[in-house]
Each structure stands twice: as structure tokens, then as C-alpha cells.
């Protein structure tokens, strides 16, 4: 071949190298606008510009419950997560992902053309060379699910969706580095990252496994979590400590490769311990998890309606709760249930408590009760109404954890066994709250939320029995009576058309035949005195007052209603209580103050819904009436500890129904408001003695230590003190004591009803 051919082929060669290459770049150009604009869907579809200006607003955020003083009570979600800023990532946690994923991060813009040369190397020839995402494109997947979401024609087809899958990555990432600071896209990748066992962003991370915010976290607990990354499970310190702790060496030595660390600092480091203060986040962690569940239905009701996802909008929402009122009552509610438990278990060592009125045990009674259950529904659903399978799955034991007071317990039963064992367990519900403003400050639905869900502050209603006494009261104060008017202890009947007559019986079934003045009849809880003044006031205007003091729930204007006959919720009770308080002023209890979105701007603000109920007089008289409890002679509060009654005004109810099924305490002070109650699931479930299963002796010492704790606690900045006085003179005589006994002082009372200082003698308990 002569040298003009060899010229002329040559130039050929060039010329189709450069038509080659000039195709190449079409193609490249064609492709990637292809996947711009998505022509005829091949490609699927990219983010909007609003996404790509805005991307966290693509992210789920789980929506934050906070207290009245700043503390996290709980997070609603599907992927618990929760973003920070740049600011709030420690030095230490960035520089090791930096040595990890992407060193020359703060030097390309999105791609990295060397470190994707480098793994397409790798590739062809079959050694991991490393990865070829940057930091940036791992954002653009994380945020917007290149690999999962918006699937085009072509990304069906598996030879071209890695490749389509890469550039709309690629595409993406240059959009993140035009609109974003590379500070910014490292907050925004930290925030989208999962570490496994529900945990979502950098936040969540150190919380769940160390136990402090993402800005002190230490270069060892950076490597751990940094490890994690792209195998959660098989580098979990849960599950996988081991391989864990080799990962962690793993990313210790990228660190001291690239001169972060000494190689001192290496050796030590790698052979430090995992340092877990592992805290599982859960729906049922947390304080006040049944308040949670109250409050969820509300918040759920409210997006619905205002077009927000409480599971993924990131809401900010502000209770009424103090958290350390919140742990004083969960505390208070813990240590005295634990002791009257075990005195229950001895109470009824060898028999079962569901008992009828006569005190015999109920026949069948779980077989009852296991039908009214969501799990014999679901194998009656499964196997039939009559089937003989229902029977076997409910009598076969199998592994299960149970509750008890000392901590939980493996063990195996049967689902009928478990039925029984739980039966055994006595309930309580505590709610304290601030007269006047209407806010709750504290809320404990039940004995422990994982095992028993039911809330017994505000769905649990049950009869209140002397507790609702003060409606009748209040009647007749509002109608003039003093209280000091006196009101012979001696039978009281009320005849119906059509009923046989009804007298209702002292506590001890007897009658002195002396002279008690009202507040007096209060505060020793006489039934004659109540009957007394039912009769002259009427069920009917009982009622009205009832509702006047905020109850909701059915009430029947009987006779009866008198001695608290119809069910009602401690949250009734205690905003009714609050209403003397609050000179009168009824405020509805409320425990949700605002709702924010995830920037921080206001949504909507409830303010509390007040009505004016009582004077001011009235509403004092009241107070004084209470007070009555601690200070008159035989008052049923005087069980409460010396050191609350000195130097302070306490108000006070106890109550307890017939049977002892019930036992209620409703306390109150110048600055707060509480009601206790304490029972059996099933109303058949209680003590065999009313003197047992009193108000006083079940639900008093809960109230007792939660108002110890709050005045032990001088931050809390709660006090001892009167209750205010009002403006106006009162229009009655309240100095009873000039017509009782002047020596009599209340404070020399021994506290025999105070269960814990004062235990119950071995033969009251049998």
C-alpha cells in the first residue's frame, strides 16, 4: 500500500473515529434530554422543579409530640425520622462519612468523573474498586427512590433501567448542586439514611443507639453508625455486635488512612466497646403512652380534616403536659400499685375474684369474658362459631411474655390461662390538671400501656360513688344553704309512683340521730345528709348542675344519682372539682395548645373553652365545703400525710361503691386539681370488704405521694397555701367550729388510712 493510500485511509479513520465520537456525544445529549423531558415516557418521570427547589419536602417526617416545657413525649410515623441542620452534625460524624463515601465530595459537582472511571473498572474486570455514587447522587436515590419509583418503558427492560436509573441519578445530582451548598446536601443525606430497626436520619440514629443528639457524636459512634449504612442488619450492634464492631474497625482505619486520627488514636479506638445506650423507639416507648393514644385520635381527626399526613407531615405539637408532673404521677400511680396489688394477690390467695353479690365465684365467667375478646373473634372468623378448634387454639399453651410488677416474665400459657392471669390484676387511672387555666398536666390511663391498653381517665367510666356527692352540695349552696346548717344523721325515703320506697343506708348501715352540720355531713361522706339534701333539691336540678360543672355522660335523675349511681370519667370529675377552684368559672380540660408544621409556622392554636357555672361565692363555699375532709372531725382525707396538711389548705372527696368495686380520691389545691380512681377490669373483680376497697385506702396514697413528690420538688415552683378568698363577702356563716368542739385539731389526727406509711394489719387483709 502506497503512502497517498495509507494517508487517505488513515484520514478516513480519523474522520469516522471523530463521526463516531461526534455520535457518541448526540447520543449522550439525546439520552440524557430523553430522560429530561421523559419523551413518550421512556424514562419515567424526574422530580418537579417545586420538589427539586424544596426536596425535604419530599421527605416523611415523623410528626413530634411535645410538653407544655419543651420535652418529647412521642413521635407519630411510619419511618421514624427526624431532620437536623448541618449545624447539628458533629465534626467527627462528617469527616468519617467524608473517608467513607466520598472523599472528594467538596471538590465535583454531583459526579465523579474519577470515581466512576475507577469502579466501571472494577466492574470489567471483576475487583471492587470502589463505588461510583457520590455523596450527592446517594441523596438524589434516598430523596427522590431513582432506583425504586417512577419506572418508564425502557426501565422495564433490565438491560437499560441500571444504566437509565444512573443518568436520571446523575441528572438529579446536578440539580442538588446547582440549587443546594454542599453543607446542605450533607444535612439532607444524613437526614434520609436508615440505620434498620425503624430508624430513620442521623437524629433518630443517635438517640436510639446512644442516647444523645447527633452533634456530640464521637468518631468511634460515627464509625459504628457510618458502618451501618449500606447493610443495617448484617452490621446492626443489635443483632450482629461482632459484625459491627469489625465494620467499625473498617471505617476507623479510612479515617486515620486519610490523617483524621493518629495512628495512636486508631489503636485505641478500634478496641474500645460498641458504648450502646441502646433506647428502641416505639409507639409504646415514652412517657404518657396512654395520653398518646388519647391525644392521637384527636390529631388524626384534625388532619383529616385539614389536609395534613400526621404519620409523614412532620408536625410540631404542643400539649398541656409537664413532663415532671407526668413522671411524679407515673411514679406516684407504679409504687403504690405494686403494694396494693401484692395485698390483693394475698386477699384472694387460693380463689379467683370475679364474685356475685352474694361473694360466690361467678360460673363461666371466662368463658364469658374470652368471647368479648378481638382474638376469639378472629378464630371464630377462621374456624366457625362451633368449631372444636376454637376451643383447642384457646386451651393449647404456647410461649408468651406477660406482664407483672416485678418486670416481665417468659413463660407459656395458654391464651385462656393468660385470660385468668390477667383478671387478677387491679387498674388505675390518674389525672391532674390546673383549675385555672383547664390545662392537664398529667395523664396516666392504666397500670402499664404494652399489657393494658384501655385508658381509664377519659373512657373508662365507672359509678363514682361518694365523689359525685359535692353536685348535690353545690345545689344547695347555690340555694342559699350554709355550711354550717345542720342536718339530723337519721333515715331519709323517697317515695316514686310505681317504685317500691328507697332509704339509702349509712356506710355502716347505722344512723346517730344527731345533728351534723353540712360540711361535716360532707367530710365524714354521710349518706343521710346527701339523701337529705337530694330530696330537697330534686334529681332533676342535681342534673342540671352536673352538667353546669361539665359531666357529659348519661345521668339518671334518681334518687339514687345521690350517692354517684351513673358512670362518669376522672376527667369529669376533675374538671368539675376544677370549677371551685376557678372561682366558679367551668373550664373544659383540654391538653392540646397548638400545631405547627415542620418550619415552625402556627397551624391552628385551641384555646380553652370556659362558661361561666357558678359565683364566685358559691364556687368558695365549695372549697370550704372540701376542705372539710382534712380539717372536720372523721373527715375522710384525714388519712392523708401530716406533712401535706401543715401549713396548707387541701381539699378532698374519697368515694367508693357499694361493693368496693370502685375506689376513688379526687384532690385538690390552690394550684392543682386530681382524681385517682382504682378497680378491677370487670366490676365483679375486688376486694371481699368494702373497708378494703375504699377510696381511701386505694386510691388516697396514690394522690398522697404524687403531691409529696410535687412539693419536694422546689423547681416545680408549686406551693403550700390557702385557697384565694373571694372579693365580695360571703352570704353565709362558714365558721361551723364556735357549734362543734373548739379544742378539736385536725392535724392531731394519726394518719391510719395512709397505706404507705401506715400498712394494713395482717388480719384486715384476710
Known amino acids: ?67 407544655a416545657d419543651g420535652e418529647l413525649l412521642g413521635k407519630y410515623y411510619r419511618f421514624n425520622r427526624t ?18 463515601e466520598d472523599m472528594r465530595f467538596y471538590d465535583h459537582s454531583g459526579i465523579d468523573l474519577k470515581g466512576l472511571v475507577r469502579a466501571a473498572f472494577g466492574k470489567l474486570t471483576g475487583q471492587f474498586m470502589g463505588g461510583g455514587s457520590t455523596i450527592t447522587m446517594q441523596t438524589a436515590e434516598n430523596l427522590y427512590g431513582t ?142 403512652p396512654y395520653f398518646r393514644q388519647e391525644i392521637g385520635e384527636d390529631l388524626r381527626r384534625w388532619c383529616d380534616e385539614n389536609g395534613y399526613d400526621l404519620y409523614e407531615g412532620g408536625l410540631k405539637i404542643y400539649t398541656t403536659i409537664d413532663s415532671k408532673l407526668q413522671e411524679y404521677a407515673e411514679e406516684a400511680m407504679k409504687e403504690h400499685m405494686t403494694y396494693l396489688q401484692k395485698l390483693f394477690n394475698e386477699h384472694w390467695k387460693g380463689r379467683n375474684p370475679w364474685i356475685d353479690e ?12 374470652i368471647k368479648r375478646t378481638g382474638q376469639y373473634r378472629s378464630l371464630v372468623k377462621k374456624y366457625g362459631q362451633d368449631s372444636d378448634s376454637v376451643d383447642i387454639v384457646l386451651n393449647t399453651p404456647k410461649p408468651m411474655t406477660v406482664f407483672s410488677w416485678g418486670g416481665e416474665i417468659d413463660t407459656v400459657m395458654s391464651p385462656m390461662d393468660s385470660l385468668k392471669y390477667y383478671k387478677h390484676f387491679l387498674q388505675s387511672g390518674f389525672m391532674v390538671m390546673d383549675p385555672h387555666s383547664g390545662e392537664i398536666r398529667a395523664w396516666v390511663g392504666g397500670i402499664d400501656f404494652k399489657y393494658f391498653k384501655y385508658d381509664h381517665v377519659k373512657r373508662g367510666k365507672r359509678q363514682p360513688g361518694s365523689t359525685f356527692k359535692p353536685v348535690v352540695y353545690t345545689a344547695a349552696i347555690d340555694q342559699g344553704y350554709s355550711p354550717c346548717y345542720k342536718i339530723l344523721d337519721a333515715p331519709v325515703t323517697f317515695t316514686v309512683p310505681g317504685q317500691p320506697p328507697y332509704t339509702p343506708e349509712n356506710y355502716n348501715k347505722k344512723w346517730t340521730n344527731e345533728p351534723y352540720t353540712i360540711r361535716r355531713g360532707l367530710a365524714n361522706s354521710k349518706n343521710s345528709i346527701t339523701a337529705f339534701l337530694m330530696k330537697t333539691m330534686t334529681p332533676e336540678v342535681v342534673v342540671k348542675y352536673a352538667r353546669d360543672l361539665g359531666f357529659e355522660s348519661h345521668l339518671e335523675a334518681v334518687p339514687a344519682l345521690a350517692l354517684g349511681t351513673s358512670d362518669v370519667s376522672i376527667y369529669e370529675l376533675v374538671g368539675a372539682y376544677s370549677t371551685f377552684v376557678n372561682q366558679g368559672t367551668y373550664t373544659k380540660p383540654y391538653y392540646l395548645s ?20 357558678l359565683s364566685e361565692e358559691t ?32 381539699g378532698a372527696k374519697t368515694g367508693t361503691t357499694q361493693n368496693g368495686s370502685d375506689g376513688w380520691f379526687i384532690g385538690l389545691t390552690k394550684d392543682l386539681v386530681a382524681g385517682v380512681w382504682v378497680g378491677g377490669d370487670d366490676r365483679s373483680i375486688h ?80
Not at 11 to 38: D, E, P, R, T
Not at 88 to 96: A, H, I, N
Not at 603 to 611: A, V
Open 147 to 288: 432506583l425504586t419509583t417512577n419506572k418508564g418503558v425502557l426501565s422495564r427492560n433490565g438491560v437499560f433501567d441500571d444504566i437509565i436509573t444512573k443518568i436520571k441519578e446523575w441528572i438529579i445530582s446536578v440539580e442538588l448542586e446547582r440549587s443546594f451548598t454542599k453543607d446542605e446536601i450533607l444535612a439532607m443525606y444524613f437526614n434520609t439514611i436508615t440505620f434498620g430497626h425503624n430508624t430513620y436520619g442521623i437524629s433518630t440514629a443517635a438517640k436510639v443507639f446512644f442516647n444523645k443528639p447527633s452533634d456530640s457524636l464521637t468518631y468511634p459512634e460515627s464509625a459504628l453508625l457510618v458502618g451501618m449504612l449500606n447493610a443495617p442488619t448484617r452490621y446492626s450492634p443489635i443483632i450482629n455486635p461482632d459484625n459491627a464492631l469489625s465494620k467499625r474497625t473498617e471505617v476507623l482505619y479510612n479515617l486515620y488512612k486519610y490523617d483524621k486520627i493518629t495512628r495512636e488514636e486508631y489503636d485505641s479506638m478500634k478496641i474500645m466497646p460498641l458504648g450502646l445506650d441502646y433506647r428502641a423507639q416505639d409507639h409504646l416507648e415514652g412517657p404518657a
Open 687 to 766: 376486694f371481699r370488704t368494702s373497708a378494703l376497697g375504699q377510696g381511701a385506702r386505694t386510691a388516697m396514697p396514690i394522690w398522697d405521694s404524687f403531691m409529696t413528690k410535687v412539693y419536694s420538688d422546689s423547681t416545680m415552683g408549686y406551693t403550700k397555701g390557702p385557697f384565694p378568698r373571694p372579693i365580695r363577702p360571703l352570704p353565709v356563716e362558714i365558721d361551723c367550729m364556735k357549734y362543734e368542739d373548739p379544742s378539736y385539731n385536725p392535724l392531731d389526727t394519726l394518719n391510719v388510712d395512709t397505706l404507705m406509711d401506715n400498712r394494713l394489719e395482717q388480719s384486715d387483709i384476710f
Open 619 to 650: 364556687a368558695y363555699l365549695m372549697v370550704h365545703m372540701l376542705r372539710g375532709a382534712t380539717e372536720e372531725r372523721g373527715g375522710t382525707g384525714l388519712g392523708l400525710s401530716s406533712e401535706l396538711r401543715i401549713d396548707n389548705e387541701i
Open 358 to 369: 352474694d361473694g360466690d365465684e361467678i360460673r363461666g365467667f371466662l368463658d364469658r369474658t
Open 83 to 100: 431532620q437536623v441542620t448541618y449545624d447539628e452534625l458533629s465534626p467527627e460524624l462528617v469527616q468519617t462519612l467524608l473517608c467513607t
Open 1 to 67: 500500500m502506497n503512502a497517498e493510500k495509507k494517508s487517505k485511509l488513515f484520514k478516513n479513520l480519523i474522520k469516522a473515529l471523530w463521526i463516531l465520537f461526534a455520535a457518541g456525544l448526540l447520543f449522550v445529549f439525546v439520552i440524557f434530554l430523553g430522560a429530561y423531558q421523559n419523551i413518550f415516557n421512556l424514562f419515567g418521570d424526574l422530580p418537579s422543579y417545586k420538589s427539586l427547589e424544596n426536596p425535604e419536602a419530599e421527605n416523611d417526617l415523623a410528626s413530634q409530640l411535645y410538653s
Open 594 to 613: 397548638r400545631i405547627e408544621d415542620k418550619y415552625g409556622n402556627i397551624l391552628m392554636e385551641f384555646p380553652p373553652e370556659t362558661k361561666e357555672a
